[in-house]
């Protein structure tokens, strides 16, 4: 396979694929959508024909499978998902199940049979939902999804177990599906940066170290219904206000980190039953993320007595629940080092890099050596419709993804 020729076809599977949107700048392929739904038809034909035996999984994830040739060898796994924030970009996911999807084809046009099974996954919505929780597909894969996640209620009181069985997903098949899991030899993720440290290093590709970790926030303030004119300020109970305070001392808090760490409010929403009615109840949405356990646990501790404290000044309680979305992980080294001898092999400059963002790696890294090759994001944009990464580039990564399986393959666990 020439160069140019696999940059063709990966240009056109993107743009096949950027084709399936909910409509609305950017893309948008949420979980529950039909432009989702639709899309994963297309990725499962896909995955056919380039040679792969695909099925979906109790889970919901399709599971493609190129058999090797000695059936003591195992599994190597590559993967990521198709699923997008809503106006989002055509990289995030896509890169790692098309990459892979081309690995594949290069594989068979090349005669290559593995000792290895060669195993492709799009997990299913790894994007961030209503119920807050993310990497739903590999979470159930690796047995991590429990009942309680299940019965996490959105804004309009439908469970996430509701939800999926109105897709026609089976909740007791999201429970159930790691008991099929079987442990690959490695997962090896091939996705954009969706930062901008690659291009302001002027590297081809990253060597992923670690994924950070997520703490989610969901605070909820009650103060008192007031009259808005006739109420003296000093005399307020106003929840919107203790709400905002709280949104600059989560920015405060990424401030602070000494890039340790970063913090986000995303969501902030007051009631009050008019302009002329002081806000008696109001709801935040927050999340920090950091690559050290010890920060996040310390910032989370800080941030809730600083939150508490407002609130306190404000005369408004305040209700907080964390949630943990995953612990940070550290990425396989022996994986790492392979993937940055083939980007060497290939004549390419990499770097190692830490990944600000989630990825379905950080839950096989739970149960597998996993290791992820990142490519450039220009102008380190993502989650929105200018994410982009030079069809070069992604070839580069599907070189480096195919070099680092071919590696793998020639050497026993
Ligand atoms: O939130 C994340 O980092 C990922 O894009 N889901
Ligand atoms: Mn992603
Ligand atoms: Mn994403």
């Not at 300020?233 to 305070?245: G, N, P, T, Y």
């Not at 944009?381 to 480096?400: K, L, M, Y």
Request: proline share 4%.
């Amino acid at each position: 396979m020439t160069l140019v020729a696999g940059a063709e076809r990966l240009h056109s599977d993107l743009a096949e694929l950027a084709t399936y949107s909910e409509g609305g700048p950017g893309t948008s392929r949420r979980l529950f959508s039909d432009a989702y739904r639709d899309s994963r038809d297309w990725v499962r034909e896909t995955m056919r024909e380039s040679g792969l035996v695909v099925r979906a999984d109790a889970a919901g994830n399709l599971v493609g499978v190129l058999e090797g040739n000695d059936p003591r060898a195992g599994t190597l796994m590559m993967g990521s998902h198709t699923d997008t924030v809503d106006g989002g970009g055509n990289y995030d996911g896509v890169v790692g199940v098309l990459g892979a999807i081309e690995v594949v084809r290069q594989f068979r046009e090349e005669g290559r049979r593995l000792a290895h099974d060669v195993v492709v996954v799009d997990f299913l919505g790894e994007e961030s939902n209503d119920y807050g929780l993310t990497c739903l597909g590999s979470r159930s894969f690796v047995g991590d999804l429990t009942a309680s996640d299940l019965a996490r209620v959105d804004t309009a009181g439908r469970t996430l177990g509701q939800r999926c069985a109105d897709s026609g997903l089976d909740p007791h098949g999201l429970l159930a599906a790691g008991r099929q899991f079987q442990r690959p030899r490695a997962y090896v993720e091939l996705h954009i940066e969706q930062g901008p440290v690659l291009e302001e290093r002027g590297a081809d590709i990253g060597v992923v170290t670690g994924i950070v970790g997520i703490q989610r926030l969901l605070a909820t303030f009650i103060g008192q219904a007031d009259h808005a004119g006739t109420t003296p300020m000093d005399r307020r109970r106003d929840a919107l206000v203790a709400a905002a305070s709280a949104v600059l001392a989560v920015r405060q808090t990424g401030c602070d980190a000494g890039g340790q760490g970063v913090a986000t409010a995303s969501d902030i929403s007051g009631y009050s039953s008019g302009p002329n009615v002081v806000p008696r109840t109001a709801r935040l949405q927050a999340e920090m993320r950091s690559i050290e356990p010890v920060w996040l646990s310390a910032a989370e501790r800080r941030l809730t007595q600083e939150i508490q404290h407002m609130a306190e000044s404000y005369g408004v309680e305040v209700d907080l629940e964390w949630i943990a979305d995953n612990e940070p992980r550290p990425m396989d080294g022996t994986i790492q080092r392979r993937i940055s001898t083939a980007a060497e092999a290939l004549g390419l400059r990499w770097e190692a890099i830490p990944s600000g963002a989630t990825h379905d790696a950080v839950h096989l890294a739970r149960v597998c050596p996993t290791a992820m090759v990142f490519v450039p994001s220009i102008g380190g944009r993502s989650h929105c419709p200018e994410e982009n990464t030079t069809i070069e580039d992604f070839v580069h990564g599907v070189g480096v993804l195919k070099e680092t399986l071919t590696d793998l393959d020639s050497t026993r666990a």
